[in-house]
Each structure stands twice: as structure tokens, then as C-alpha cells.
């Protein structure tokens, strides 16, 4: 199994990828269904690597609702006709956020650099 670290950067690198591709605001994501693949596509790795987290990372970290992210990452692959770019952009404007204010802390309490 890999270590957290790993997990933890690479969900960093998918947060980042998913703000760069998002900077240009809500009109223009809803305008590109470029941009909404690539944030969902991102948003699935992302998820995916959630669960790969281990189990005390998760309860240390425990503020961020991890069964949610993973129930996410199974619509997406199993009920991808009912996804709503709308759904997208709030996971995008009021989760990503604190997602990435865990994942930050978590990297620096584990020595990531």
C-alpha cells in the first residue's frame, strides 16, 4: 500500500489542476463542457485517492466528510447521467476549499513537502 504522502500530494495536484481550470468563474465553467469534463475527470481521481487514504489519516482528519467523497466518486462512475454541472461548481466553490485546507495541514503533519 502507498504511503498517505503520495495519496496527499496527488490529491493536492488534482485541487490544483481543478482551480486552475475553474479561475475563469462560474459563467465560463458552465459555457466549456471541456472544463466541466476535465473538473469532473479530476474530481474522480480525486475521490478515488480519498479512499486509498488510511483509515487513521481519516479519523485524524476527520472534519471532512470522506464516505461523502467516495460516495461521489461512485456516481460518477456508476450514475454519470446524473450528474449536474451545477453539482459540480458547489463541490468546486464551497467543498474544494476546505478540502484543500486538510490536505495542506495533512502534508505538513506527515513531512510532505
Do not use: C
Not at 2 to 22: H, L, N
Amino acid at each position: 500500500m502507498k504511503d498517505d504522502r503520495v495519496y496527499g500530494q496527488y490529491i493536492a495536484e488534482r485541487i490544483a489542476r481543478i482551480e486552475r481550470y475553474t479561475a475563469a468563474g462560474e459563467h465560463a465553467f458552465y459555457e466549456d463542457e471541456k472544463t466541466q469534463d476535465a473538473v469532473l475527470r479530476n474530481l474522480q481521481t480525486l475521490a478515488e485517492s480519498t479512499q486509498r487514504l488510511s483509515e487513521e489519516i481519516k479519523q485524524q482528519y476527520a472534519v471532512i466528510d470522506w464516505r461523502s467523497i467516495s460516495g461521489f466518486r461512485n456516481v460518477v462512475v456508476h450514475d454519470y447521467l446524473g450528474i449536474d454541472p451545477r453539482q459540480i461548481w458547489r463541490i468546486v466553490a464551497d467543498d474544494l476549499p476546505i478540502l484543500k485546507q486538510v490536505i495542506h495541514r495533512m502534508r505538513r503533519d506527515l513531512g510532505a513537502s
